[in-house]
């Protein structure tokens, strides 16, 4: 239809994919979610083999969003908020490479918002003197995970309590 806005996508890591993916389903504008795989080696990789450290990849969301009712800005505001951007290779209980903070970009206007973003957050001294560890590259392919692992919590109807995931 004519005068219909583009949907986006945007892919964030912050952890445990669970929790993550929780949180932006609640964001007003974000269209659809997705749990995944991505950042890594190995194509079409399970859950066990991320979880193994083996694959370089990343728990993931993928969102399709309407940029008329959120932007990026504010989706990358959200994602500040919802995990400690200065640990390395972890969240809170959840430890590995897969649990890592990285923010993958679709367009170079994502780079730059994201790039921007981290800077204003070191500038901030939000987290003291310690550095963000938030990476950002490009998005590569994305592996939707298990259909178990979609919407894990709406399917569970329980709030996440202690580690968010069965590895952690």
Known sequence: MAGENKLEKATFAAGCFWGV?????????VVDTAVGYTGGKKGHPTYEQVCSGTTGHA?????????????????????????DPTQVSRQGPDIGTNYRSAIFYHTPAQRAAAEASR?????????????????????????????????????????ESGSSCPGG
């Open 21 to 29: 993916e929780a949180s932006f389903r609640q964001v007003e504008g």
């Open 59 to 83: 728990e993931a969301v993928e969102m399709t969003f309407d940029p008329s009712k959120v932007t990026y800005h504010e989706l990358l505001r959200v994602f500040w908020s919802i995990h």
């Open 119 to 159: 800077e204003a957050l070191e500038r901030s001294g939000q987290f003291g003197n310690r550095p963000i560890a938030t990476e950002i590259t490009p998005a590569s392919t994305f592996w939707r995970a298990e259909e178990y692992h979609q919407r894990y919590f709406e399917k569970r109807r329980r709030r």
